[in-house]
């Protein structure tokens, strides 16, 4: 994405780096929710292969999130920098 460039005209560099703040937050959230129902074993009796890919495709969910907020993280930085 383009980074906003703080500016007279423009929107406060608090109104942009705090909804990135809330945003990361929201993600951690959805990460630790998405934490609590991790595939276990025992919920695939004499079907361990579905467990391993259903785990496999957990953890990508997750790992997706962590990308978003990584993404986030790194706009809000260079907005306190102020870079393009």
Known sequence: MITP???INGTS????INPRRDAIDHLMDAV?????????????????????ADRVKHYQRIGSLMAIREAIHA??????NNEA
């Open 5 to 7: 460039q703080i500016n």
């Open 13 to 16: 560099r608090d109104d942009l």
């Open 32 to 52: 630790e929710a998405l934490k609590q129902v991790t595939p276990n074993g025992r919920d695939y009796p004499g079907n361990p292969d579905g467990c391993v």
């Open 75 to 80: 706009e809000a930085i260079r907005i306190v």
